[in-house]
């Protein structure tokens, strides 16, 4: 085995033929079914105002804010160790938006470090990718790839609103719970939806029942990964909804291809969701200092089915009265409308920007200030689809999402490995 | 009847928002249906048209001739006027200005008639020098219920008279009407107006109503110390501005880094507030009321956080609210008692408990299944 030594990369080109010679031997281990080392993962981190201005330096101060240490080995290149001095990856300046933090690490202390050192900051955001994103990805992906390759899709819907009665803190919690129990005699029944699916078969197997799925059971628009095959061998690329990719082919090269690819498609996204969202109110160009008017365009979300109004209730009792706020990471003090109507004037409480809601049983309707970041729009829809309703449909102005998301691929390259 | 919207469509500051609402980019209905989905309940007929939002209350001079040929005739008119929202259409430049009222009045002398005789001046052949910029087509239209919309119109009719009987060149005029029934409110347009728009005249739904809920949309624009509204929707927007201008202070202490200070000035936080209306406020009265609303409010979360951080918020003369802080512990607890604060009573909220859930969300992350 080839490890791919972190502290001793010396540059781009090292940091390819390094984790190259990893996942190489890794396949072997694979082919035999005795995986000794984890595979080689990429979580994908969405940098808050990461213009070209945002240097290399005031980088390295935000990640050390959060306690991750940093030492630059090129441009836009970093080792990165966590509190302890232990090394854990390298980050990669990917675009001026989007950090790439590589790593071989096991998942379930690397998830747990990165989500250590992102929840609490302001500066830094998961990549969310929505069901309705991975539905056009997968669009692209079917049109890339041989119909023969296998690929395999995760759908995730879990219903944790959707509680019969009175429901203690503790049940949500459970469900938080990586692994629950298989067999606990002392565990509840809960009643509600909770569905996740995974889906491994041909492309053009799943291509031509996919749609049929959906019609029939609307978690399977709910898709929370999706793997990219890999065109220079077996295995592919996993893409999770917030922003981990998972190396399961024979080569780190591909997986950095595909990774830009999605990349440079979700930095266009947050940039057309900007500025078609944000509302200010702008000058007249012709008479300036005279006129002024409001731009922007409302995100509408609207769901397949109603929510119950104790579903709705719940929703909104949990998302706003909590301590440190739920699932959405939203915070505010709601105005109650009527039954099943409320608005909130509020705050997304990750990334601490403004944020103007209108939540009913049928839908939601945001209003985006100038300024907040995009991805808090495509947080709310990813989190929409996999608690509340899983067919739900989202609208940017008087765009689709999904019309959105196709005209943010368009003319981006896909230059795969091979 | 739906009383609550019944209220409402006689409330200028609902009657802009719905305004505004008319003119967003959304969706068609038909929409909707075809992807399966609960319909969004508004309905943008002016955005259908392609008419966008042009102007929120733009200052439009009567052009000098204009009030000498006024004063000659001996008819008293505003030097200039702001309508509540001018719209306009690129394709054929036409523009609409809308001046929202809560019912008609008389074509007796008062500051209204005067008013009225400056924006039909501003939507008539002289349209392209009061807006400095080339206008083919303008129309006045009167947003009010529609039980007033015909009185109104007489009025309007025989002040236009007035005008053209003494030469002032003053422009078409229509009224848009708001009706509310138990399932909607509708928009009235006139023959005049529907032709403008290229609709036929008549009602045509702007929002559908949920039995039990209140009509109003989010508002764009929260509060109008100018706007007679009713004390309940008085008391309603001043709620929303104090809950708009909480995210704004609660937003940037969030984005703060320790060690730091963050200085609240009347003058970023409405702005902030008001997606940057407040800045261009004429009127100084209504300026100091809205800087009066600020500064109760920020002397209120001042007590509120004080009473639990000694000292956290400190106010300076000539500078605004300053609030310290020191490392990331007293920024946990500055921002823990900020989102406490409650915009609607002016006072602390009790600490929720500490939930197991809460702990485990934030340093718990979901495991997905691979090495």
Redesign the interface.
Known sequence: MVEPALGTIHGRHDMVRRFDGYVSDQMEELDERKLKRPLVKTFLLELLNGVRSCTDAALKDILARRHVSVSQIEEGLFLAADGSGQEMGIVERLRPRILALYSTVKSAPLRTWVTQFVRPSPELDHVWLSGLTFGVLWGIMRRLSRQHRFTRLVFTHESIFDIEGQVPEEQEEEEEAPTPPADDDEREIVERRDTRVTLVDRISEIDHRLRNLQELYSPFYAISQLRFPSPVGRGGHDFFDDGQVTNRSESFRDHRSHVLFVVRIYERLLKSTEEQTWYSIRESVSAPGAFRRIVGAPVVIRFREPLRPEVFDYWVSATFERKRGSKFRLWGQPIRLGPTKVHVYGADRHLWQPLFLEFSAKGCIAIVPNGTCGNTVHRLVTNIQRYLDPGARTFIGDRTYEAVVEQSAEGVPYEPEG | MNPKAEELVRDPLFQVNAL?WLA?????EK??RE???????IHPLL?MRRF?????A??LLVPLDVRLAAQNAGIPIQEGARPDV?LSRERDLKFLLVECKASSFGPGPSKSVEQARALMIAAGPRASEV???QVKAALLSYELPDSACAGMMGTLARVAEEMHARGLPAGPLSTLGLRSSETEVSVVIDSELAAFLGVQPGAFKFIAL?P???P???Y?I?YDPDAQGSAEETAFCR??LF??M???V??????A?PPTERIFEHGAVLN?AM???YG?WDNKASAKHMRDLFKQFMTAIQQSVNSELTGAIAFEPGRGWKVKIGDEDAHEAII?AL?RF???TLTAQP????????V????????????
Do not use: C, Y
């Open positions: 505004l967003q980019p959304l969706p068609d929409v909707f992807f399966g989905v609960s319909p969004l309940g955005h966008a939002v042009h102007a929120i733009p200052m001018v807006f400095a910029e949920e039990g809920d209140d109003r949309p989010l764009f929260p709620a929303v809950r708009r909480h995210a704004s609660v937003a940037a202490i969030g984005r880094f902030d997606f940057g209306m261009h823990d989102t409650s915009a609607e600490k929720p408990p500490i939930e197991l859930f809460d485990l969300e934030d340093d718990e992350p979901q495991a997905p299944s691979s090495n």
